[in-house]
């Protein structure tokens, strides 16, 4: 596997699939792109956390050449923590070590900066299967937001997790 650049109109229409109802958009974005995902909302989305957070959205491609995996990633300058956001992958490999491959390489790459020091991803612990990847690729928690966010009857958790450069990765 490796990471690249997301390429917009090389690899949305890949993407677009993956997330085909509601919740699971929910989990995924917390309602901050609108569902279901169209090319230029994303787009704007992109532009607009590019510009406020300095985000950049990468892809994970498995060996075949195939996207598997889609992230975004910025680093905070004054605490020097880099941030995951916005974690997916293609649901017809969910649950073959393919998000746990994308987030070490991801981290990896991360670290590559030596001004990293360490890098966090916030996930709604009702999403198990994501916070037991993250888990098995290193993170911990490092505090949790009881009800930070509502869905219909539903309220989720926010949950921090943290990866520290002292930890191993790999």
């Known amino acids: 596997m490796k990471i690249r650049a997301f390429d917009l109109d ?8 993956w997330i085909t109802d509601v919740r699971t958009h929910m989990m995924w974005c917390a309602n901050l792109i609108p569902y279901p995902l169209e090319k230029e909302k994303f787009r704007s989305f992109l532009s607009e956390i590019a510009g406020r957070f300095g985000d950049s959205p990468f892809v994970a491609v498995n060996d075949e050449g195939r996207v598997v995996g889609f992230y975004c990633y910025s680093l905070n300058h004054e605490i ?3 941030m995951l956001k916005f974690v997916m ?3 017809s490999v969910r649950g073959k070590g393919i998000g746990k491959e994308m987030i070490k390489l991801a981290v990896c790459k991360a670290f590559t900066d030596p ?3 360490a890098v966090q991803l916030n996930v ?3 999403n198990a299967r994501a916070k037991r990847c993250y888990e098995g690729s290193g993170f911990a928690e490092r505090h949790n937001t ?7 009857d539903e309220s989720w958790g926010r949950c921090n997790m943290i990866i520290k ?3 191993s990765v790999g």
Not at 10 to 17: A, C, E, P, S, Y
Not at 146 to 152: E, I, L, V
Request: no cysteine; aromatic share 14%; hydrophobic share 35%.
């Open 10 to 17: 090389d690899d949305f229409d890949v993407i677009k699939t």
């Open 80 to 82: 020097h923590e880099g």
């Open 89 to 91: 992958v293609d649901a």
């Open 115 to 117: 001004e990293v020091l």
């Open 124 to 126: 709604f612990p009702e």
């Open 146 to 152: 009881p009800d930070a966010f509502k869905y219909k």
């Open 165 to 167: 450069r002292s930890i």
